[in-house]
């Protein structure tokens, strides 16, 4: 089967792959780390079965393959080299030419237009034993949601061959950038995960920062200096309405982020020359303090269960990350390398904290362990920050700036592994992206 086969292909750093057989189940594998050799896949372009579907058709294909290769783990074996072709969706495939060219999997699809529906259906075979690799499947949407049906066969195909959930039908919120280093405009713009379909949901007429998506996806947390002092904002994504919550006079709030419950922000507030970290309950706008240090408490992230938080804290002298219980109390040092940490992020996996890290002269993008074990560093730039996990917890997004006057800030993504770093295309400069859960 494929899953046997892609085993044998992946080489990880400190470990090996998991594979475990059910008796009256597939081959299951749990991908840990980098991958050395991806996966070879053929998509042949997909099946117009109706007059205007012709051109859809090859540019659903194009984005399956475009998701299925950029995650890392798969490899497109050209249309060049193919030996046979898929000319009827319902046709018997002829896996000997497909085992010839090292084709190890086969995605065939159809689309259909009726008015502003389109159907997409598909099916994924294992070249090597011979069979279809789970049930055909059928997706239904609007003409002009062509990318997020693709996106949703991408899904498909990688969780049936990994065993793990997707991440390509996601959105990023981010604030877009243009203008020079010393008099940057900035706006909050959401997008596809890929870089396509940009909407702005704000003017650059004042800062914007630090963008956060609800458990929900239909919600942005952010921070604007419209007021002059930075205040948290909720705005609605389908309405782009939007609300402050409101603080005392004289403080600061900013670094917010959601619950996994989503009624419930925590956030940094500076009062009196003092950063503490409280939550707030979104509909009656009652606040609690967590902590209550002179130290810089901030960038607070609950865990997925929502129990525990990480945050970042220079109580011992330097800038470290800690973790406490959801209610505040105790808290746990939990990095101890050389140099400073910041703005972490639980993974949705609940296994992991992304966070930033500033070391000699450089910054970094890494991960480590609840329990500060196994810290691994993915990146090094001259300006690294601000991580965003997929809703699979197997990729990261940040933010990073180049050198100079003339320095501009883009996105990029990259691997837990930290073999796969490639820029995130993006229509202007980027920086504090925010990674939605899957669509609905």
Same mark, same amino acid.
């Given at each position: 089967?494929?899953?046997?086969?892609?085993?044998?292909?992946?080489?990880?750093?400190?470990?090996?792959?998991?594979?475990?057989? $059910?008796? #009256?189940?597939?081959?299951? *594998?749990?991908?840990?780390?980098?991958?050395?050799?991806?996966?070879?896949?053929?998509?042949?372009? /997909?099946?117009?079965? @109706? +007059? #205007?579907?012709?051109?859809?058709?090859?540019?659903?294909?194009?984005?399956?393959?475009?998701?299925?290769?950029?995650?890392?783990?798969?490899?497109?074996?050209?249309?060049?080299?193919?030996?046979?072709?898929?000319?009827?969706?319902?046709?018997?495939?002829?896996?000997?030419?497909?085992?010839?060219?090292?084709?190890?999997?086969? *995605?065939?699809?159809?689309?259909?237009?009726?008015?502003?529906?389109?159907?997409?259906?598909?099916?994924?075979?294992?070249?090597? %034993?011979?069979?279809?690799? !789970?049930?055909?499947?059928?997706?239904?949407?609007?003409?002009?949601?062509?990318?997020?049906?693709?996106?949703?066969?991408? =899904?498909?195909?990688?969780?049936?061959?990994?065993?793990?959930?997707?991440?390509?039908?996601?959105?990023?919120?981010?604030?877009?950038?243009? !203008?020079?280093?010393?008099?940057? $405009?900035?706006?909050?713009?959401?997008?596809?995960?890929?870089?396509?379909?940009?909407?702005?949901?704000? =003017?650059?007429?004042? *800062?914007?920062?630090?963008?956060?998506?609800?458990?929900?996806? =239909?919600?942005?947390?952010?921070?604007?200096? &419209? @007021?002059?002092?930075?205040?948290?904002?909720?705005?609605?994504?389908?309405?782009?309405?939007?609300?402050?919550?409101?603080?005392?006079?004289?403080?600061?709030? /900013?670094?917010?982020?959601?619950?996994?419950?989503?009624?419930?922000?925590?956030? %940094?507030?500076?009062?009196?020359?003092?950063? #503490?970290?409280?939550?707030?309950?979104?509909?009656?706008?009652?606040?609690?303090?967590?902590?209550?240090?002179?130290? *810089?408490?901030? $960038?607070?992230?609950?865990?997925? #269960?929502?129990?525990?938080?990480?945050?970042?804290?220079?109580?011992?002298?330097?800038?470290?990350?800690?973790?406490?219980?959801?209610? !505040?109390?105790?808290?746990?040092?939990? @990095?101890?390398?050389?140099?400073?940490?910041?703005?972490?992020?639980?993974?949705?996996?609940?296994?992991?904290?992304?966070?930033?890290?500033?070391?000699?002269?450089?910054?970094?993008?890494?991960?480590?362990?609840?329990? +500060?074990?196994?810290?691994?560093?993915?990146?090094?730039?001259?300006?690294? &920050?601000?991580?965003?996990?997929?809703?699979? !917890?197997?990729?990261?997004?940040?933010?990073? &700036?180049?050198?100079?006057?003339?320095?501009?800030?883009?996105?990029?993504?990259?691997?837990?592994?930290?073999?796969?770093?490639?820029?995130?295309?993006?229509? &202007?400069?980027? @920086?504090?992206? %925010?990674?939605?859960?899957?669509?609905?």
């Amino acid at each position: 089967m494929i899953v046997r086969i892609l085993s044998i292909c992946l080489a990880l750093i400190g470990g090996v792959a998991s594979v475990a057989q $059910a008796q #009256d189940g597939p081959l299951r *594998i749990e991908i840990t780390e980098g991958v050395i050799e991806p996966l070879p896949f053929a998509v042949p372009s /997909f099946q117009p079965e @109706s +007059g #205007d579907a012709g051109q859809m058709a090859v540019d659903l294909a194009r984005v399956v393959s475009e998701d299925l290769v950029g995650s890392g783990l798969f490899r497109e074996v050209p249309a060049s080299a193919y030996i046979s072709t898929v000319s009827d969706f319902n046709a018997p495939i002829q896996y000997a030419d497909w085992k010839a060219i090292n084709a190890q999997a086969l *995605i065939t699809g159809a689309v259909s237009v009726s008015g502003n529906t389109l159907n997409v259906k598909f099916r994924l075979y294992d070249v090597f %034993s011979g069979a279809e690799l !789970g049930s055909g499947l059928q997706f239904a949407g609007t003409v002009d949601g062509w990318r997020r049906m693709a996106h949703k066969v991408a =899904d498909a195909v990688y969780s049936r061959i990994t065993g793990e959930g997707g991440y390509f039908d996601s959105r990023v919120v981010y604030v877009s950038e243009t !203008g020079p280093k010393d008099d940057r $405009a900035k706006r909050l713009a959401v997008m596809d995960y890929d870089g396509a379909n940009v909407r702005y949901l704000t =003017d650059s007429s004042s *800062i914007v920062l630090a963008p956060r998506f609800s458990p929900s996806g =239909d919600r942005i947390l952010y921070t604007s200096y &419209e @007021s002059g002092f930075p205040r948290i904002y909720v705005l609605d994504i389908g309405s782009v309405q939007r609300r402050v919550l409101e603080s005392a006079e004289g403080t600061m709030s /900013f670094a917010q982020r959601f619950s996994p419950s989503g009624n419930t922000v925590v956030y %940094s507030l500076t009062q009196g020359g003092n950063t #503490d970290i409280f939550t707030m309950d979104i509909g009656t706008g009652q606040s609690t303090r967590l902590t209550n240090t002179p130290a *810089i408490e901030t $960038a607070p992230s609950y865990s997925p #269960d929502g129990s525990r938080i990480v945050f970042e804290s220079d109580r011992s002298g330097s800038q470290q990350l800690y973790v406490m219980p959801a209610s !505040g109390g105790e808290a746990t040092r939990i @990095s101890f390398g050389e140099g400073r940490y910041g703005t972490p992020v639980w993974s949705p996996r609940g296994d992991l904290v992304a966070f930033t890290k500033q070391n000699k002269g450089r910054f970094h993008i890494g991960v480590m362990r609840l329990d +500060g074990s196994e810290e691994r560093l993915l990146t090094a730039s001259f300006l690294d &920050e601000g991580p965003t996990w997929a809703p699979n !917890g197997r990729v990261i997004m940040f933010a990073r &700036e180049t050198q100079g006057a003339g320095g501009a800030s883009s996105l990029y993504s990259v691997d837990i592994s930290g073999r796969n770093l490639k820029p995130v295309r993006t229509q &202007e400069g980027g @920086s504090d992206p %925010s990674w939605s859960p899957l669509q609905k």
